[in-house]
Structure formats: C-alpha cells, structure tokens
C-alpha cells in the first residue's frame, strides 16, 4: 500500500524532519554519538572530575559544496554525566556533522580536592 502526503494538513515536527533528512539541509548529515563508561567508577564520577571529548573532523571532499568547512571546526567539548541506578557514571553527548571522518579522543581533568 502506498500512502500520499496530504498536503492541505500542516506538517507535524516529526514529519518535517523526516522531510529534512530525507530531502532537505540535514540530508547528507550523521548523527555522532560519544558514549563513555569509564572503568575507574570512583575518581570518575560527576563533580570529581570532567570529562572531555577532543573531536577532530575531517568533512568527505563531496559535501565541501554543500556545507562549509569552518561550521564544523574541531573542537573540546565537555561531556554531561548521569549517574546510573546502580551507582556507575555514563557520559554521553550527541552531534550531527555531514558525512565525514572522526578522531574522537576522550580527556579527564584531575579530580578535585
């Protein structure tokens, strides 16, 4: 069965950005997901210490027409923390690039006090 978009009805959020990434700005986009569990679960948790992703990203020479370079430029970003119900820690932080290559190295302060 194929279904037709009825165009008089206003689009919904999620309809709009299915239509985004399937046809629109975000079509040639990644969605770049850092997970971190560290092992050592004392000096690592939230407060003690925090926790950094160093990203550097190289965008595929084929989307250099459609996306400019300097937008995605490599850089430090701080990772949020939640600690879990069984008292380990998590950090996790989500990006979108356009298709390209990654280097993602994750950094810690040393904890505090």
């Not at 009805?9 to 079509?27: D, H, I, N, P, V």
């Not at 000096?43 to 595929?60: E, H, P, Q, R, V």
């Not at 995605?72 to 950090?91: Q, R, S």
Request: include cysteine; aromatic fraction near 16%; charge should be negative.
């Amino acid at each position: 069965m194929v279904f037709l978009k009825d165009r008089s009805k206003k689009q919904s959020l999620e309809e709009r950005e299915w239509y985004e990434r399937a046809f629109g700005a975000k079509q040639n986009m990644m969605t770049v997901r850092i997970i971190f569990k560290p092992l050592n679960k004392v000096s690592l948790k939230t407060g003690k210490c925090d926790i950094w992703a160093n990203i550097k990203y190289k965008m595929f020479p084929e989307m250099e027409g459609e996306f400019d370079k300097a937008d995605y430029p490599d850089k430090m970003v701080l990772i949020d923390g939640e600690e879990e119900e069984n008292g380990h820690w998590e950090y996790e932080s989500e990006f979108e690039y356009p298709f390209g290559t990654f280097n993602i190295e994750i950094l810690y302060s040393t904890p505090k006090g």
